[in-house]
């Protein structure tokens, strides 16, 4: 299993389809748990979803390096507007958008992003990157 989601509302087929090989950008509307399966050892699982719902692996679960066919992120082209804004645009349209006040992080969710939107820039170094 490479991600496990449980949403409190029932999905269409659409709507599955259209994120099950794509990571998610939280937060999202409805999504109750997002387990990644990211963390490189340990038994604990962390939640994406924002809700703090972390897991546990027990009885003998290991990790192992993923397989599945996730598509990559986007690379990201971003467009001065003016000196307090720009325009992020990524391809192909996949991915989350973060930002940092330096290139070693701490790396936060934009929240919200959408590709192609103006964002408001505040004053000094502003680093942005598209993440799975």
């Known amino acids: ?10 999905r269409t087929q659409a ?3 259209s994120t099950m090989s794509r990571g998610l950008c939280p937060p999202q509307t409805n999504l109750w748990v997002y387990w990644k399966f990211n963390e490189p050892s340990g038994a604990s699982v962390l939640d994406y ?6 897991g546990l692996l027990f009885s003998g679960a290991s990790r192992v390096a993923s397989l599945a066919p996730l598509v990559p992120p986007g690379a990201a082209s971003i467009t001065l507007l003016s000196p307090a804004q720009i325009r992020i645009s990524w391809t192909p349209d996949t991915g989350c958008l973060v ?6 992080g701490p790396w936060t969710t ?7 939107q103006t964002i408001v ?3 000094g170094s502003q680093f942005f990157r598209v993440t799975q």
Do not use: C, H, K, Y
Request: no cysteine; aromatic share 6%.
């Open 15 to 17: 709507e599955i389809q």
């Open 99 to 104: 930002s940092a006040t330096n290139l070693t």
């Open 110 to 116: 934009v929240p919200s992003a959408t590709n192609g």
């Open 121 to 123: 820039t505040g004053p």
């Open 1 to 10: 299993m490479d991600e496990f989601r449980i949403w409190s509302v029932a």
């Open 49 to 54: 979803s924002g809700n703090g719902r972390n």
